[in-house]
């Protein structure tokens, strides 16, 4: 892969770091530019406590010179506020008092195969990495890979389509220009009234001491045709992209375009026919694919959907079986958030992203962005692509 990251950091520990390789040299960039989308990743009705005690912001400790990138990996880390309050149980290092074990892994969490296969007893040595609160670096090197992927043209948006039970009404065609207000609803719904249907479920699962899940979608605007290939199962665009979203906390499902709908439908409603003209070059009127055909882009937005699960911290507790005497418990109850879809959005966005700028990078190379730009250019004239 030509855009590659990794990410550490414990959810209660001192913070959280990536390392980001493959951004070409002399892009420019801002901290907003990082700091904006991990602001929108702490929004969300549904939201527990610990978003009022975090304010993410990146530091950004190498591959960057007076706000431009160097070609080289960039690092960065992003603090985690709540660790004063957890530096005994989670210091690094040995500490003078006992600190007590976890025993009661949650059902649906990664509590219980982690102790096994790691030979923990303790649950927290588990939970920690498993938290969704990594998601926060991975949003940080995203915003990275936008900022590549915006001089190249291209936009990168999100919304939710359903939270529980309550769907948005389906909405064709939606363009750039529809994403404006986006961050404005509290779940991040672009239908007003659906939006409120959206809080009132969500409070009502609260009180009922319930979580919910729901399904997002990310498009992708501005893309030119051929990103992917079809020549071998790595390369194809929507291997790439499903692998990265469904390795997101919480997700279980992954669809492209019209997705499992296409399942059930006659062949000649399943597909996008093709058209020219001279001002449009070649075109479709519908995105069934979404965007993706042979594991390649069309030049039509890329549309990626994500359901994700009801986050499995309850605090009605579900049963399971405390660790050290296997007797019958209730699973571990935490602080936790009622519901994350609308900041599950983001992160898909930010996965997203990173799938595409490694295909960018991959078809354009470019030591320096400007390379990248010409080879672009070069590129569209080549196949008459009109954006
Ligand atoms: C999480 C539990 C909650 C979430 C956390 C993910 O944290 P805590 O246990 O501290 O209340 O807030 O998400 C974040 C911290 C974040 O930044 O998104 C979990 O168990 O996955």
């Known amino acids: ?25 002399g892009l420019e960039l801002e901290p907003d530019d990082i700091d904006r989308d991990l602001a929108r990743r702490q929004l969300g009705h549904g939201r527990g ?25 960039v690092a960065l880390r992003v603090e985690n506020r709540d660790y004063s309050n957890w530096e005994e149980r989670m210091n690094p290092w040995p500490v003078a008092a006992e600190v007590a074990e976890v025993h009661l892994p949650r059902p649906g969490h990664a509590d219980l195969a982690g102790v096994q296969k790691y030979g923990f007893t303790d649950v927290r040595n588990v939970l920690e990495r498993a938290s969704a609160r990594e998601t926060a670096a991975r949003v940080a090197c995203g915003a990275l890979a936008k900022a590549y992927l915006r ?12 939270i529980g039970g309550v769907e948005a009404p389906s909405m064709n065609g939606l363009g750039p220009e529809n994403f404006s207000g986006v961050d404005a609803s509290p779940v991040r ?8 249907a959206m809080v009132a479920e969500i409070d009502r699962a609260r009180k009922a001491n319930e979580s919910l899940g729901g399904v997002y979608e990310v498009r992708v605007f501005g893309l030119v ?10 390369e194809r665009l929507d291997g790439r992209l ?7 906390q919480a997700m279980k499902g992954v669809g492209i375009g019209d997705g499992f709908e296409l399942a059930a439908r006659d062949g000649s409603a399943a597909h996008d026919e093709i058209f020219w003209s001279p001002e449009r070059g070649f075109f479709r009127e519908t995105n069934r694919a979404g965007g993706l055909e042979g594991g390649m882009t069309t030049g039509e937005p890329l549309v990626v959907r994500g359901a994700m699960k009801p986050l499995p911290t309850l605090t009605k507790p579900l049963r399971s079986v405390d660790l050290a005497t296997k007797e019958p418990a209730q699973a571990l109850r935490e602080r936790t958030d009622s519901c994350t879809v609308p900041a599950a959005a983001v992160v898909a966005e930010a996965m997203v992203a990173l799938v595409l700028g490694s295909a960018y990078r991959e078809k354009l190379g470019g030591d320096h962005i400007d390379d990248a ?11 008459g692509w009109v954006r």
């Open 1 to 25: 892969m030509a855009l590659r990251f990794t990410t550490a950091g414990e959810s209660h520990g001192p913070g959280l770091v990536a390392i980001l390789e493959g951004l070409p040299a």
């Open 49 to 73: 406590g610990r978003m009022k005690i975090e304010s993410d912001r990146a530091i950004v400790t190498a591959g960057l010179r007076h706000g431009r990138t160097l070609g080289s990996p």
């Open 151 to 162: 001089r190249l043209g291209v936009e990168v948006q999100s919304h939710v389509l359903s």
């Open 189 to 196: 719904c672009l239908d007003a009234g659906a939006s409120d």
């Open 225 to 234: 045709p051929g990103l992917g290939s079809h020549i071998s199962w790595e």
């Open 242 to 248: 499903a692998a990265a979203v469904m390795s997101i």
């Open 373 to 383: 730009v010409a080879a672009l250019r070069a590129y569209e004239e080549r196949i």
